[in-house]
């Protein structure tokens, strides 16, 4: 065994960590005869004195920027200057119960609560915050300037100097990155090994470099860990994994200070998911206080954005009309079919295809719904019904905020974000707060996206997406359309207004009559960006080579190409229609490749067969999957008798060119497709209507 410091002891180090152990067990070890001969003890410098003049400090600050900011809301540190472990902890909040004069060291507010259950406490530890004033943490991160925070972390850095803990906690991300910030030149980390693997110790050094005055760790924020109110599955998978790490972090902690703490908390204990419920007076007291700092703020920094009222912030737009989808929310269903994967690309699959959509879409509620039972597990959620989202959100945002990076988003949350090909720009995925404040701007979400914290933001983004990946197509164009496989599936995008990036389509439709049209989505609002002034916007596609049609009934019927089916004005004369005309004809006929020597194969399932006496089946172009050639495939059963479309356009051009409008009379394949000269077939044509009208009148 290997002792490394304190009551550390680890295993033999491995080879891996010999070269950053060489470097820094010296430091340890003269760090470690410091302490033991008393050298390591404060002066007698008075915290209390510091204290006072740094609260006169931080109001004249304020008083400075035309605000009057009570005193009173500033915290004092608790604990002993000669305790062997420091609690680093952001900025004290209103959540607590006597909110005037106070020490940091108060049980009432939840996450100090959580640190006494850790067993982290005044009587063991030292405990101070970066900011001693009470606030919303968001607005310390958002509004503070660097000339405020100079003066409080000058307090913060004083206090530093003249403790004795050998070892800082560090608690959440906001600590983390202004001590980064600070100690950048001042720090080497040490990775652990063996029972703590997955740990790295910060040594902070001297001015001279040449010594360690303390060990400083980084663990997640007790809010982290709040939020957290599920038992199921998940829940169980994150107190193993996110809450056995910081078990780990805090033993490597206790170990170094040599304090007792109790073990295995975040990963076994049922305090954990002890409820707060303040009376309705101490809610309604510290409302009121938040109301006044906001108001205080505001003066001081006139025009910023801010929290600005306790509920009832956020709104989700669930209008974002255009002129693809429908507005209504289907329900879906839970039940997921077996999965087909479908390769190859081409209209026959059409069916297969959308129905692969909607079990995606499925089996992105059915997760949602899963993540969010490990929050709320009262709840009974359902994400269609805008009050119970906006409700969802509401509950999160009201507890205390301090979660605001993304690295402090539970890896749930980040993971189903970032598996879903509509919350990317060209297949990247969301990897920082800004993507993930872009991402929520171009759902068209409302409010505004900073003042969320991480797990509101991440639901927010969630939710809204929820929705709009379950709508489906209009009535009037769905028929239109047909989802195509592989590369084509994704389409990324930019704004036709301000050119701006935005998601990528997810599940993108083709026109059914050209598969090379895109249909184009479209948005009244602009795409949602910040600089975006366009009102009635298209997000077209980025490949500029890529052809695009709006999705309107006329534009999509009107695409040009009659080679490949739907819209060409012979169909109704020409194709078998309904059970009557189609009666035992095979619905679907497998084709095959055109090109000599290829084996490609497929099946179309929407055959189109003339009136021929002998039914006939109009050849379609495909790309072939094997080849890649695209050319008119013919039906593997050489039995069946086949016909170009080409052949129809002409021969219904005929009667058109003579004048003859086909609709005025009988149906007659023997006529159409005889074999005699066109003014022929109309005389025949006329003669069989004059014949038919005549029984009908008798
Ligand atoms: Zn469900
Ligand atoms: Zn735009
Ligand atoms: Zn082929």
New binding site residues.
């Given amino acids: 065994m290997f002792r490394l410091f304190g009551n550390l002891w680890l295993d033999d180090p491995p080879d891996s960590v010999l070269t950053a152990l060489d470097g820094a067990l010296p430091l340890i070890r003269n760090l470690q005869q410091n302490i033991t001969h008393g050298m390591h003890r404060s002066s007698n410098w008075s915290m209390d004195a510091a204290f006072k003049c740094y609260r006169e400090e931080e109001y004249a600050w304020w008083k400075l920027h035309n605000v009057e900011r009570s005193r009173k809301y500033l915290v004092h540190p608790s604990g002993r200057l000669d305790a062997t472990v420091a609690c680093h902890l952001f900025n004290p909040t209103f959540e607590i119960d006597e909110p005037c004069d106070g020490e940091i060291d108060d049980p009432s507010n939840p996450c100090i609560a959580q640190l006494h259950d850790v067993g982290l406490s005044a009587g063991n530890c030292l405990i101070f915050d970066h900011s001693a004033r009470r606030e919303d943490s968001r607005h310390c991160k958002m509004l503070y300037p660097p000339d405020l925070w100079d003066i409080h972390e000058a307090f913060v850095f004083a206090l530093r100097s003249n403790i004795e803990a050998v070892v800082e906690i560090c608690w959440g991300a906001n600590v983390r990155e202004r001590m980064l910030r600070r100690l950048q030149n001042n720090m080497c980390t040490l990775p652990l090994w063996g029972r703590y693997e997955g740990v790295t110790l910060y040594l902070e050094l001297g001015e001279d470099k040449t010594s360690v005055r303390r060990f400083i760790i980084f663990v997640n924020h007790p809010q982290f860990f709040m939020f957290l109110k599920g038992t199921n599955v998940r829940a169980q998978a994150f107190r193993t994994e996110q809450g056995g790490r910081q078990d780990l972090m805090l033993e490597v902690a206790s170990c170094l200070g040599n304090i007792v703490i109790n073990a295995g908390f975040y990963k076994l204990s049922p305090l954990l998911l002890r409820p707060f419920r303040p009376t309705k007076a101490i809610r309604e007291q510290r409302d009121t206080l938040k109301g006044q700092a906001y108001a205080e703020l505001k003066a001081a920094f006139p025009g910023a954005t801010l929290i600005s009222s306790v509920k009832g912030t956020l709104s989700l737009s669930q209008k974002d009309h255009n002129e693809l989808q429908g507005t209504k929310l289907p329900v879906i269903e839970h039940i997921l079919k077996e999965h087909k994967i479908v390769t190859k690309d081409n209209i026959a699959n059409d069916k297969a295809l959308e129905e692969i959509r909607l079990q995606n879409v499925a089996r992105f509620w059915g997760e949602l719904h899963d993540v969010a039972v490990m929050f709320m597990p009262d709840a009974s959620f359902n994400f269609a019904k805008k009050l119970e989202c906006q409700q969802l959100i509401n509950t999160i945002e009201a507890s205390e905020g301090e979660l605001y990076h993304w690295e402090e988003l539970p890896a749930s949350l980040a993971g189903l974000i970032q598996s879903q090909d509509g919350l990317r720009i060209d297949q990247h995925p969301i990897g920082s707060r800004k993507e993930a404040e872009t991402a929520y701007r171009l759902l068209h979400c409302n409010g505004s996206p900073e003042t969320f914290s991480i797990v509101g933001l991440a639901f927010a983004i969630l939710i809204t997406y929820a929705w709009s990946i379950c709508r489906t197509p209009r009535d009037a164009i769905n028929d239109l359309m047909v989802l195509r496989a592989s590369s084509k599936g994704i389409v990324p995008r930019v ?6 990036r ?1 998601l990528d389509d997810p599940f993108a439709y083709y026109a059914k009559n050209n598969v090379d049209y895109y249909v184009v989505k479209s948005s009244q609002t ?4 910040i ?4 009102r009635r ?1 298209l997000l077209h596609p980025l490949d500029r080579s890529q052809s695009y049609v709006r999705a309107l009934k006329k534009n999509l019927e009107n695409i040009p190409n009659f080679r490949t089916r739907g819209g060409a004005e012979w169909e109704q004369y020409f194709l078998r229609r309904g059970q009557a005309e189609l009666g035992e004809i095979p619905r679907t006929v497998e084709l095959k490749c055109p090109r000599e020597g290829c084996t490609g194969i497929l099946e179309d399932d929407a055959p189109r067969w003339t009136i021929h006496s002998v039914p006939t089946v109009v050849l379609r172009q495909f790309t072939c999957p094997d080849c890649q050639r695209k050319g008119d495939w013919k039906p593997v059963n050489t039995a069946i008798k086949y016909i170009t479309s080409e052949t129809l356009s002409r021969t219904w051009g005929r009667f058109k060119k003579k004048g003859c409008d086909l609709a005025q009379y009988p149906r007659l394949a023997d006529v159409y497709f005889a074999q005699g000269h066109i003014t022929i077939r109309i005389a025949q044509l006329k003669e069989a209507k004059r014949l038919a009208d005549e029984s009908n009148a008798n």
């Fill in positions: 704004c036709s207004s301000c050119n701006g935005v602009g795409c949602g960006l600089d975006c002034t366009g916007v």
